[in-house]
C-alpha cells in the first residue's frame, strides 16, 4: 500500500482538515474568519501570534488558523505549515500601495515544501470599497496564472458584508476533499 493512499484512509476516518488564512495584515483575515464563525465583526484587533477555530463544513471539520500578518510575524510563519491541507490568502483590494509586497509574500510561501499541493484560495476581500481593484488587477498583480503545485481560485468578497465568503470557504473545502480524500 502507497504512502498517499495510507495517508487518504487515514484522513477518510478522520474527516478534517487544516486551512491556513494568511496576507498581510489589515487585509481582513480574522473578519473573515469572524464571519464564517457567525462572531461579531464590529471590534477586531490586529492578530497578534495565531488562533484555532473548529467548524463544520460539508461533513469536515475544518481548523481554521487565523495567523497574523504583520511584518514581524511573517516570518514565523513556516512553523505553521506542517499538516496543511489548503490556504486562504486574504487579500486588501483597497490597498493598491502594498499589493507588490502581497505579491512577493505569497510567491514566497508558496515555495515553502511542506505546503506543495495544497489547495489555495485567494480572497479578493474589501470589494465593497469603492476604491477596490478588480480581479483581474489582483489576479495580475499576484501572477496567480503563473502558480504552479496548487490548485487555486481567486475570489471576489467582502467579510463586512459576507458577500463571497462562504462560496470561497465551499470551493476550498470540496477541493481539498477530491483530493484527499476521496480515491
Not at 24 to 31: E, F
Request: net charge negative; with cysteine.
Amino acid at each position: 500500500m502507497g504512502l498517499l493512499t495510507t495517508v487518504r484512509k487515514i484522513k477518510e476516518r478522520e474527516k478534517e482538515m487544516r486551512i491556513l488564512f494568511l496576507g498581510l495584515d489589515n487585509a481582513g483575515k480574522t473578519t473573515v474568519v469572524n464571519r464564517i464563525l457567525g462572531k461579531p465583526i464590529q471590534e477586531i484587533s490586529p492578530t497578534l501570534g495565531f488562533t484555532i477555530d473548529s467548524l463544520q463544513v460539508n461533513g469536515f471539520t475544518v481548523n481554521a488558523w487565523d495567523v497574523g500578518g504583520q511584518k514581524s510575524i511573517r516570518p514565523y510563519w513556516k512553523n505553521y505549515f506542517e499538516k496543511t491541507e489548503g490556504i486562504v490568502w486574504v487579500v486588501d483590494s483597497a490597498d493598491k500601495g502594498r499589493l507588490g509586497i502581497c505579491a512577493e509574500e505569497l510567491a514566497a510561501v508558496l515555495t515553502e515544501q511542506r505546503l506543495v499541493g495544497s489547495s489555495l484560495l485567494i480572497l479578493a476581500n474589501k470589494q465593497d470599497i469603492d476604491q477596490a481593484l478588480s480581479i483581474e488587477c489582483i489576479s495580475e498583480a499576484l501572477d496567480i496564472e503563473n502558480i504552479n503545485g496548487h490548485s487555486w481560485k481567486i475570489q471576489p468578497c467582502s467579510a463586512v458584508t459576507g458577500d463571497g465568503v462562504l462560496e470561497g470557504l465551499d470551493w476550498i473545502v470540496n477541493n481539498i476533499s477530491d483530493r484527499i480524500y476521496l480515491l
